[in-house]
């Protein structure tokens, strides 16, 4: 297609990925993101099936290799912190013999972004203001850097898009919350064990320790109705509500919260899905959760990558951009569809509500055999 110039916003997984390959294709992307750098915080991802030959011809796997987890092994404990449930998971995961790679999203998108950075303009600490399409192009107007016009833009902003919100309509028209709210943070030093995710439930709550190269992670999952006046980019308010939730639980959470009182990078939201009828409208289109988000338990950032690299094609072998969004959605929503459609199963398996549901899940766990959990 004759459009080059293309606006991406956000600069998590799909949307280096996506200036990657579309420079490739001898377009000219520019990648708009809020934040002043990278994030660090966030949960452990994968990087498995369709993403793995995007991340091999990127020339990023030894990168995610060093930066894996290595995690080896599931390990459930009660309130006292006695082991009550182990689950192998592979030894060699994050190696060369093993292609799948589990690693901390944020050194996903460091990778990502170096892969990027020498094809794609990058603008930090800036987000779009106003989109205003006509049949030639996209008028944009940012917070801080003056009006551009561009082809096309690209919403690859996550949960809460902007490009979404703009082009689209309300958040509340597409997002649905799942019942679950997440918060993770680092914390100083390794794991110990160093190769263990460790697992605590009460109903309807969990807390894990996960390992990663020389510094652990902690998660909150928790179940909650939709929280009222509840605000993304308030951290004061996201230390206050997993304080609450997590009051009088037992285990090391008493001294997990303080970290999480003390911490500078947190994040938290909620777990939520996100269905569109489209994902494009005109010369706008949407990729990654913007698009067809499950939060933390729908491979999103490997659907992420796979969706870059199938719409950075499409817009590249078709005639324009209209017959390229169509092509890029028809391709992409029969691998989007299956993961939001089974995403209540890991839900009821990750957090049971009862502490019935906790002890049949940890017999379970005691039955899987090895190699299961990974």
Same mark, same amino acid.
């Given at each position: ?24 294709? @001898? ?82 998108? *460091? ?16 987000? *779009? ?91 909150? =999952?928790?179940?909650?109705?939709? =929280? ?12 206050? *509500? ?21 911490? @500078? ?22 990729? @990654? ?86």
């Amino acid at each position: 297609m004759t459009s080059r110039s293309v606006l991406i916003s956000g600069a998590g997984v799909a949307g280096p990925t996506l200036a990657y390959w579309l420079a490739r294709h @001898g377009f000219q992307p520019t990648v708009v993101e809020r934040s002043r750098d990278l994030r660090s915080s966030g949960n452990p991802v994968d990087v498995r099936g369709p993403a793995l030959p995007v991340a091999e011809e990127m020339g990023v796997m030894p990168r995610l290799r060093d930066a894996a987890t290595q995690a080896t092994a599931l390990r459930v404990v009660d309130a006292s912190g006695r082991q009550v449930a182990r689950v192998s998971m592979p030894a060699a995961r994050g190696t060369a013999g093993y292609r799948e790679v589990e690693l901390p999203r944020g050194d996903l998108a *460091i990778a990502l972004h170096e892969a990027a950075r020498d094809g794609a303009e990058f603008l930090f600490d800036d987000t *779009i203001a106003t989109l205003r399409q006509d049949a030639d192009g996209v008028d944009v107007t940012f917070e801080r850097a003056e009006a551009r016009r561009f082809d096309l833009v690209i919403g690859t902003d996550g949960l809460h898009s902007t490009v979404r919100r703009l082009a689209f309509g309300p958040e509340s028209d597409f997002v649905t919350h799942m019942g679950l709210y997440v918060a993770t943070l680092p914390l100083d030093g390794p794991a110990d064990p160093p190769h263990d995710v460790v697992l605590y439930n009460s109903p309807g709550r969990l807390v894990a320790l996960h390992p990663s190269r020389g510094q652990a992670g902690a998660a909150f =999952i928790f179940r909650s109705p939709a =929280i009222a006046g509840f605000d993304h980019r308030d951290t004061g308010q996201h230390k206050r *509500i997993v304080t609450e939730a997590y009051a009088g639980a037992g285990w090391r959470v008493p001294e997990l919260l303080e970290r999480l009182g003390e911490a @500078g990078d947190l994040y938290f939201d909620s777990v939520s899905r996100v269905r569109l009828p489209a994902w494009a409208r005109g010369r706008i289109a949407l990729l @990654g959760d913007a698009a067809s988000c499950v939060s933390l338990f729908g491979d999103g950032s490997s659907l992420a990558m796979a969706g870059a690299r199938t719409l950075a094609r499409a817009l590249a072998e078709e005639s324009g951009h209209a017959g390229a969004f169509r092509r890029y959605e028809s391709e992409h929503r029969a691998l989007a569809g299956p993961k939001q459609r089974n995403a209540g199963r890991s839900t009821a398996l990750l957090v049971p509500r009862t502490r019935l549901g906790i002890a049949a899940r940890n017999l379970a766990a005691r039955l899987w055999p090895s190699g299961q959990a990974g």
